[in-house]
């Protein structure tokens, strides 16, 4: 028989200084050694080495005597055929750890349709076992992270599977149940899969930053220890940098960069008692410069799932914030071990009543269980209960993507993966065509369609998606495959903030001041400045204070004011002319659209200065704009624009309607027309021009018609595809 040492975990429950019955628990380990013979692991390991890595994971929870017997005996009645069975573990090791077990094993031998039915009904036993006993599912998270620590071994699909049903599930299970140890590894080790490359450049990136503040950690505690102990205080203090997981969800999600993370690093005093953490918190605002706006007190108002302590984000040696947070001893252990840190299961004391009143979302999701047997409303309810604010959708293979409330289809075609959003042109809810502004609901299977001979994501996109993965994602494309057309954009804006400063300047003045501003910012070219502004690494907003500041200090209010060149345009704002656009910050200016992009509402727009025709308004991504910006003598005739804020509230059925070009592909049909000019009438769309061609026997309509903004536009292509033999509908050109 092969055995494995076992006597780290006895030591760990020696250390405990806890009551253990160690007889109870060799006794397991033997019964599940036996039974285990002759199993291995994919590694080539003695599958007995897993289930005692799992008891450790459950030791170091502090969990119980029966607790520590489930996790050696979790896969034997699963994985052991006929040699054992619940009846035999109750009556050798007693009935709770029999529940345990069960609770932790598979449904087999029941016929599943597929493999998302039989994952759904597991799910949904795991969970009703919890609801009986929540020892369940903290051994099920103790397994997980072992998988999780050893899944290198595994094939790409099999890891990748694993860690996204990780990073979906069980990640935000530990989450809820407070768990932050497991939680964070099991993040870090799912990304590592998910997204080695994210996950390889966000680890360099605290490697780098943290190699070149190594000693700074280390002043901060001696120099906070010094005060803490002048005040007569007791405590212990840590420090750490944050995890590669939580600086990669706040610059995916919230679009920041690594100098913007200002809880980079952290350090942790606990104290004795709640008062001292009151009298810490005072002594470290008046050692250090608070950061307005980055306190939170959750002693006094706990996080749903038990979480408390004080967050203070302060300012240390040479600018750097770090962030400082106070919590008692028993604050600490709930915050690294949440729920499992109350457990307590023979003090008969208010222990549990407190477990059953933080665990009330376990009961009314297993409620289930009295209306329905179908495991697809029990995942329903799991979607709700467990992931608040979130969203869970299905690819048509029945792979499962959350996204929050609010995110549409683009944001679900970059969740599955930035090629999939790129090339996307279109999708199908549960079968039907929909627009991709379209927000998916919980259970909707989406379809993504897409085409390889594409252009790319819209710059109208950006204001459309709610997630920052996908706005991250849209914008590295245009950062790599619009270079030019980004340049011309960021320099719009520049020249737009410039001029609200109400002095003339030069383009070489405004070059100068962007080299100045973008160096100290780290871009090495002035394009790069430009570059980033335009698709959308960093706003103007942002520098706007940076430019006040270096356009004062080159431009003197003494300058004279330089004379108009013939190329400026001769504003008249008191003339509207209903276009409803305003260049430069004045309305009323003589303006003409673009017959090669035709801009509506809603559209990113610019304008370019015309010889004698008034300003040309085109989209920003029109591929005419990054055609004429290559000649260096049109550069500086282009000129910021935008909608007015009247227009872009109008209501539909307003008499101010743009002129707007789609392209429809169908199969030849004689009603295909009739059907076309009915569903417009339907909408009240008012058709101006059509024209048709037969092509290799498709059928290509090329129709103008009146619009509001973009918004309505996509309405009526969704409308078009869902005519009969309609292929495909294009925004089009005249």
């Given at each position: 028989?092969?055995?494995?040492?076992i006597?780290?975990?006895?030591?760990?429950l020696?250390?405990?200084n806890?009551?253990?019955?160690?007889?109870?628990?060799?006794?397991?380990?033997?019964?599940?050694?036996?039974?285990?013979?002759?199993?291995?692991?994919?590694?080539?390991?003695?599958?007995?080495?897993?289930?005692?890595?799992?008891?450790?994971?459950?030791?170091?929870?502090?969990?119980?005597?029966?607790?520590?017997?489930?996790?050696?005996?979790?896969?034997?009645?699963?994985?052991?055929?006929?040699?054992?069975?619940?009846?035999?573990?109750?009556?050798?090791?007693?009935?709770?750890?029999?529940?345990?077990?069960?609770?932790?094993?598979?449904?087999?031998?029941?016929?599943?349709?597929?493999?998302?039915?039989?994952?759904?009904?597991?799910?949904?036993?795991?969970?009703?076992?919890?609801?009986?006993?929540?020892r369940?599912?903290?051994?099920?998270?103790?397994?997980?992270?072992?998988?999780?620590?050893?899944?290198?071994?595994?094939?790409?699909?099999?890891?990748?599977?694993?860690?996204?049903?990780?990073?979906?599930?069980?990640?935000?299970?530990?989450?809820?149940?407070?768990?932050?140890?497991?939680?964070?590894?099991?993040?870090?080790?799912?990304?590592?899969?998910?997204?080695?490359?994210?996950?390889?450049?966000?680890?360099?990136d605290?490697?780098?930053?943290?190699?070149?503040?190594?000693?700074?950690?280390?002043?901060?505690?001696?120099?906070?220890?010094?005060?803490?102990?002048?005040?007569?205080?007791?405590?212990?203090?840590?420090?750490?940098?944050?995890?590669?997981?939580?600086?990669?969800?706040?610059?995916?999600?919230?679009?920041?960069?690594?100098?913007?993370?200002?809880?980079?690093?952290?350090?942790?005093?606990?104290?004795h008692?709640?008062?001292?953490?009151?009298?810490?918190?005072?002594?470290?605002?008046?050692?250090?410069?608070?950061?307005?706006?980055?306190?939170?007190?959750?002693?006094?108002?706990?996080?749903?799932?038990?979480?408390?302590?004080?967050?203070?984000?302060?300012?240390?040696?040479?600018?750097?914030?770090?962030?400082?947070?106070?919590?008692?001893q028993?604050?600490?252990?709930?915050?690294?071990?949440?729920?499992?840190?109350?457990?307590?299961?023979?003090?008969?004391?208010?222990?549990?009543?407190?477990?059953?009143?933080?665990?009330?979302?376990?009961?009314?999701?297993?409620?289930?269980?009295?209306?329905?047997?179908?495991?697809?409303?029990?995942?329903?309810?799991?979607?709700?209960?467990?992931?608040?604010?979130?969203?869970?959708?299905?690819?048509?293979k029945?792979?499962?993507?959350?996204?929050?409330?609010?995110?549409?289809?683009?944001?679900?075609?970059y969740?599955?993966?930035?090629?999939?959003?790129?090339r996307?042109?279109?999708?199908?809810?549960?079968?039907?065509?929909a627009?991709?502004?379209?927000?998916?609901?919980?259970?909707?299977?989406?379809?993504?369609?897409?085409s390889?001979?594409?252009?790319?994501?819209?710059?109208?996109?950006?204001?459309?998606?709610?997630?920052?993965?996908?706005?991250?994602?849209?914008?590295?494309?245009?950062?790599?495959?619009?270079?030019?057309?980004?340049?011309?954009?960021?320099?719009?804006?520049?020249?737009?903030?410039?001029?609200?400063?109400?002095?003339?300047?030069?383009?070489?003045?405004?070059?100068?001041?962007?080299?100045?501003?973008?160096?100290?910012?780290?871009?090495?070219?002035?394009?790069?400045?430009?570059?980033?502004l335009?698709?959308?690494?960093?706003?103007?907003a942002?520098?706007?204070?940076?430019?006040?500041?270096?356009?004062?200090?080159?431009?003197?209010?003494?300058?004279?004011?330089?004379?108009l060149?013939?190329?400026?345009?001769q504003?008249?704002?008191?003339?509207?002319?209903?276009?409803?656009?305003i260049?430069?910050?004045?309305?009323?200016?003589?303006?003409?659209?673009?017959?090669?992009?035709?801009?509506?509402?809603?559209?990113?727009?610019?304008?370019?200065?015309?010889?004698?025709?008034?300003?040309s308004?085109?989209?920003?991504?029109?591929p005419?704009?990054?055609?004429?910006?290559t000649?260096?003598?049109?550069?500086?005739?282009?000129?910021?624009?935008?909608?007015?804020?009247?227009?872009?509230?109008?209501?539909?059925?307003?008499?101010?309607?743009y002129?707007?070009?789609?392209?429809?592909?169908?199969?030849?049909?004689?009603?295909?027309?009739?059907n076309?000019?009915?569903?417009?009438?339907?909408?009240?769309?008012t058709?101006?021009?059509?024209?048709?061609?037969?092509?290799?026997?498709?059928?290509?309509?090329?129709?103008?018609?009146?619009?509001?903004?973009?918004?309505?536009?996509?309405?009526?292509?969704?409308?078009?595809?869902?005519?009969?033999?309609?292929?495909?509908?294009?925004?089009?050109?005249?």
């Open positions: 028989m092969t055995y494995f040492n006597e780290k975990l006895l030591k760990m020696e250390e405990t806890r009551y253990y019955d160690f007889d109870k628990i060799k006794k397991a380990y033997l019964f599940a050694a036996k039974l285990h013979e002759g199993q291995f692991r994919v590694s080539g390991e003695p599958y007995i080495l897993h289930p005692v890595a799992v008891a450790e994971n459950v030791a170091q929870l502090g969990m119980d005597t029966d607790s520590i017997c489930a996790a050696l005996l979790h896969d034997t009645v699963e994985d052991c055929g006929t040699l054992v069975d619940l009846q035999t573990i109750a009556r050798e090791f007693g009935s709770d750890v029999a529940l345990l077990v069960d609770g932790l094993t598979k449904l087999m031998h029941i016929p599943f349709e597929d493999k998302e039915e039989e994952h759904m009904e597991n799910l949904r036993k795991m969970f009703l076992a919890m609801s009986k006993d929540v369940v599912i903290f051994i099920k998270l103790c397994d997980r992270l072992h998988n999780m620590r050893t899944l290198s071994v595994k094939n790409d699909q099999k890891r990748r599977k694993t860690a996204l049903e990780t990073m979906q599930v069980y990640a935000p299970l530990a989450h809820r149940l407070g768990i932050q140890r497991i939680k964070q590894e099991l993040e870090n080790i799912s990304l590592s899969y998910l997204d080695p490359i994210g996950y390889a450049e966000i680890k360099g605290i490697e780098r930053k943290y190699g070149e503040n190594r000693d700074f950690i280390t002043d901060i505690k001696k120099q906070i220890t010094d005060k803490l102990q002048e005040n007569g205080l007791n405590f212990t203090m840590d420090g750490r940098v944050k995890s590669v997981y939580s600086i990669y969800r706040k610059m995916f999600n919230q679009n920041k960069s690594l100098d913007e993370i200002y809880d980079f690093y952290a350090v942790r005093i606990i104290t008692t709640e008062l001292e953490c009151y009298t810490a918190l005072g002594i470290i605002h008046d050692t250090f410069k608070s950061i307005p706006g980055r306190f939170k007190d959750y002693i006094s108002t706990p996080k749903p799932n038990l979480y408390q302590s004080l967050h203070t984000t302060v300012i240390g040696r040479e600018g750097i914030p770090f962030e400082v947070q106070i919590r008692t028993r604050m600490h252990e709930i915050a690294e071990y949440g729920v499992a840190a109350h457990w307590k299961y023979k003090s008969g004391d208010k222990s549990r009543e407190d477990i059953d009143r933080r665990l009330e979302w376990v009961a009314k999701l297993v409620e289930t269980e009295d209306d329905t047997r179908d495991p697809d409303e029990f995942m329903q309810a799991l979607k709700v209960d467990i992931f608040q604010d979130e969203v869970f959708v299905f690819t048509p029945g792979d499962v993507i959350n996204l929050p409330q609010g995110a549409t289809l683009v944001d679900f075609a969740a599955i993966h930035s090629q999939v959003g790129n996307m042109i279109g999708a199908k809810i549960n079968g039907a065509i627009p991709i502004d379209r927000c998916p609901q919980n259970g909707d299977i989406v379809e993504i369609l897409t390889n001979t594409g252009k790319g994501p819209s710059r109208d996109w950006l204001n459309m998606v709610k997630t920052g993965e996908a706005r991250n994602k849209i914008r590295q494309w245009f950062k790599k495959e619009r270079r030019t057309e980004n340049i011309i954009v960021g320099k719009g804006d520049i020249d737009r903030e410039l001029k609200r400063l109400g002095r003339p300047y030069t383009p070489a003045q405004r070059d100068e001041i962007c080299y100045n501003i973008g160096s100290r910012m780290g871009y090495h070219q002035t394009d790069d400045l430009y570059n980033a335009g698709y959308g690494g960093i706003t103007i942002k520098i706007a204070n940076k430019l006040k500041d270096e356009f004062d200090r080159l431009i003197k209010p003494t300058t004279p004011e330089a004379p060149t013939e190329q400026q345009i504003v008249r704002p008191h003339k509207k002319n209903f276009s409803g656009v260049v430069d910050g004045v309305d009323g200016c003589e303006v003409k659209f673009a017959k090669c992009c035709n801009p509506l509402p809603g559209d990113r727009i610019l304008g370019f200065i015309t010889k004698g025709f008034g300003i308004i085109h989209k920003q991504d029109c005419n704009v990054a055609e004429i910006a000649k260096e003598e049109n550069r500086d005739r282009f000129v910021s624009a935008f909608w007015d804020d009247a227009v872009m509230q109008t209501k539909q059925g307003s008499e101010n309607l002129e707007a070009h789609l392209q429809i592909f169908a199969e030849n049909d004689i009603m295909l027309l009739a076309i000019t009915r569903a417009l009438a339907d909408m009240k769309v058709l101006h021009q059509i024209n048709t061609q037969n092509k290799d026997g498709e059928m290509i309509l090329n129709l103008t018609v009146g619009c509001k903004n973009t918004d309505h536009f996509t309405s009526i292509i969704s409308r078009m595809r869902s005519i009969d033999k309609v292929t495909d509908v294009k925004r089009g050109s005249a």
